[in-house]
């Protein structure tokens, strides 16, 4: 379902902000005055909050707080339409003559149409997916609550008017999913039965609080919070008893899909085989480091008996949060010490647990603010809690994969240098179209480069630990790698096949390896991190020749993290001027 109206959007919204439209904002493009195409890119952007509402909010944008998204059959359509009216136009404009600004953020903006008609009219997840119904109402509300753009009554009216609006979501969802795979109406009914413990807390509670003396207010909000909490509890009874025991379609959206959506994603055009061969040789390679190491750190044992000795030292479930919040800062004085990059603020994120309707396989992630958001600017370092309805051992397991080795590696991605430093740059990308993009090769690319890069550079005082807890990170992501094509294009299973080689290659736990392989029916192209890390280091060799003497790890930094969250075959034009190399 295209819940954000494209995935370059999402990526954007919730990784490193989003911008503003020029009509908004006065943000049009580099150079000195409004174009042809900066027009065409404030009436596409419009087009794109119109369909979401809350996008809008989320790059804050709060005259569409009081809205809520139309999923209906009839929306859908006018989707599509709109976008192959806005398709011709743009291709009428790259007909033309565009400035090099504008060429390559025509570029950016081709693949993201293509890519959301194909997830339209192709993948149609709108009629395969439940999990984007399951999960609007709580996003939606969330990003009312969180930050405090206005003052918390107006706020709490917003909610309210949003609310309004769920209803028709869920009957969207009965109406338009007719088969969708059991992995997601299993993954829908954790997120809508998690939403209706959220509604009746968290958002009860923070309502009361909102609302201070204005009874009118908190007596409309709770009239409409109680029927949600119902819409809610019956569309979770519908997911479990009516939908699951029909849910036999395929997650598999097939080859040739699978290589679309690399292009219009991530601009990346190579064969399929060719791509897989590449995918089986770097997991083969960090497997191969991942033995080497663990014999260092456990001698005599098993790579998986050395696996076992970083994560028995892991967090409770109790203070998971607080050893989550204390890596922050070590991993931020580092970049300092050793001129990694530029660290342009001394703002940090707010660590706290990941809300339930967002608990969709994600153990960490960030959520950031919009570029023009100027008063609710708090960005949010997510960690996942193992659920209460989970038994002990799929609790262990959960928590080993924040060990105390592994804690502060993941912190490095998602926070210093990874998702927050590029949210800190985003006011510094050149142009609209540059901050409302964003391509998983760039963004995920660059922060589990950034894992691999502290480790080159030193982070944790060269402990073997901590390289061998990076080495897991990277037999992750290639897992991610083979197993999403496998799964894609080649009948892989996500129970048995996809979980597997999880457990067996990358040494995660069952119950870890499960989610990730799981995670990899809905999300097929998560190559995207190791695809876009080892195009970084590419970027960056390529970089370093042409700079010769000149050349210095923290300008290479300095000046990626400036451009934006641009497909790295586009950045490499920008930093590379006259390159014609390949990407990988």
Not at 414 to 419: K, S
Request: one cysteine or more; hydrophobic letters at 40%; aromatic letters at 10%.
């Amino acid at each position: 379902m295209t819940f954000t109206p494209l995935r370059r959007v999402a990526v954007a919204c919730s990784l490193f902000g989003a911008a503003g439209l020029a009509s908004a904002c006065g943000d049009s493009s580099k150079g000195a005055g409004p174009t042809a195409f900066a027009g065409f890119a404030d009436r596409y952007f419009d087009s794109v909050y119109a369909f979401a509402p809350s996008a809008g909010t989320a790059a804050g944008f709060h005259q569409y707080d009081s809205k809520i998204e139309d999923f209906s059959a009839a929306s859908e359509q006018h989707r599509i339409a709109v976008l192959k009216g806005q398709l011709a136009k743009l291709d009428s404009l790259r007909g033309g003559k565009l400035s090099v600004d504008d060429s390559i953020d025509a570029a950016l903006m081709d693949g993201a149409i293509h890519s959301e008609l194909q997830d339209l009219e192709v993948v149609r997840s709108w009629q395969t997916n439940p999990m984007g119904y399951a999960g609007l109402a709580g996003n939606a509300v969330d990003l009312l609550m969180k930050r405090n753009f206005a003052p918390p009554v107006e706020r709490l009216r917003a909610v309210t008017s949003r609310l309004r609006g769920i209803a028709a979501v869920l009957a969207a969802m009965r109406a338009n999913v007719q088969n969708p795979p059991k992995e997601f109406t299993d993954l829908s009914i954790g997120i809508a039965g998690g939403s209706i413990g959220f509604f009746k807390g968290d958002v009860a509670k923070w309502a009361k609080e909102s609302a201070g003396k204005d009874t009118a207010a908190l007596r409309a909000f709770t009239a409409v919070n109680d029927s949600v909490i119902a819409a809610l509890t019956s569309a979770t009874d519908w997911l479990k008893k009516d939908l699951k025991p029909r849910s036999k379609g395929s997650y598999a959206i097939g080859a040739k899909a699978f290589a679309d959506k690399l292009m219009y994603d991530e601009m990346v055009d190579i064969p399929l085989d060719q791509l897989l061969v590449r995918g089986e040789a770097n997991l083969q390679k960090d497997y191969d480091d991942f033995v080497a190491t663990a014999k260092i750190v456990a001698p005599g044992k098993t790579p998986q008996e050395a696996m076992a000795s970083l994560e028995k030292d892991h967090p409770t479930a109790a203070n998971l949060i607080e050893n989550a919040k204390s890596t922050v800062e070590g991993a931020r004085q580092f970049l300092i010490d050793k001129k990694i990059v530029d660290v342009p603020s001394e703002v940090r994120p707010i660590v706290i647990e990941t809300p339930p309707y967002a608990r969709n396989g994600s153990f960490a992630s960030m959520d950031s603010p919009g570029a023009y958001e100027t008063k609710a600017t708090e960005a949010f370092y997510y960690v996942t809690p193992p659920e209460k309805e989970w038994d002990a051992k799929h609790v262990e397991e959960h928590l080993k994969a924040y060990n105390n080795a592994e804690m502060p590696i993941t912190t490095a991605h998602e926070t210093f240098p990874g998702h927050y430093l590029q949210f800190l740059y985003v006011h510094q990308f050149p142009t609209k179209t540059r901050k409302l993009l964003a391509a998983g090769t760039n963004v995920e690319g660059w922060a589990h480069y950034t894992e691999q890069m502290m480790i080159e550079e030193g982070f944790l005082n060269h402990d073997p630990k901590a390289h061998l807890a990076q080495l897991g990170d990277a037999l992750l992501r290639d897992c991610r790698w083979v197993v999403g094509m496998k799964e894609h294009t080649q009948g892989l299973s996500v129970e048995d096949g996809g979980k597997d080689y999880f457990t067996k290659k990358c040494f995660t736990q069952p119950a870890n390896g499960f989610e990730e392989s799981r995670r990899g029916a809905y999300n097929p192209t998560y190559l995207y991190y190791t695809l876009g890390k080892l195009e970084i280091y590419k970027l960056r060799a390529d970089y370093q020749k042409a700079k010769g003497g000149a050349y210095s790890l923290r300008e290479f930094h300095d000046e990626f993290v400036k451009q934006g969250g641009l497909p790295i075959k586009l950045i490499r034009r920008i930093m590379l001027p006259g390159d014609k190399g390949p990407v990988l």
